[in-house]
Nanobody, 126 residues
Framework: QVQLVESGGGLVQAGGSLRLSCAASGRTFSNYAMGWFRQAPGKEREFVAA????????IYADSVKGRFTISRDNAKNTVYLQMNSLKPEDTATYYC???????????????????WGQGTQVTVSS
């Protein structure tokens, strides 16, 4: 069983920055891809970013490309999401996700992950 604990959410003005963290335990973190998803009220959960097991491959949703950066520290069993130039439409609950496949490259689909954190709220005011 994998436990994921997100932190770093909060309220920020448009144009500001936040860094989300997700600490993992319960499985060898460094062997699996990680992802970030978000869900706004009344909307489906959507992909934000993913990173391969080694950190060498990253993918982003078009809506965040150039503004958000995903990274990982395998020594700390932690994945990060640096969010810059935040917009009101980035307001959502952000979830980290643990990859389903050994040595995965990362996936934009929820099916590529089999463990999820509890979420952290990000609110961007205009």
């Amino acid at each position: 069983q994998v436990q994921l604990v997100e932190s770093g959410g909060g309220l920020v003005q448009a144009g500001g920055s936040l860094r989300l963290s997700c600490a993992a335990s319960g499985r060898t973190f460094s062997n699996y891809a990680m992802g970030w998803f978000r869900q706004a009220p009344g909307k489906e959960r959507e992909f934000v970013a993913a990173i391969s097991w080694s950190g060498g491959n990253t993918i982003y949703a078009d809506s965040v490309k150039g503004r958000f950066t995903i990274s990982r520290d395998n020594a700390k069993n932690t994945v990060y999401l640096q969010m810059n130039s935040l917009k009101p439409e980035d307001t959502a609950t952000y979830y980290c996700a643990f990859g389903r496949y050994y040595y995965g490259l990362g996936s934009s689909g929820t099916g590529g992950y089999n463990y999820w954190g509890q979420g952290t709220q990000v609110t961007v005011s205009s």
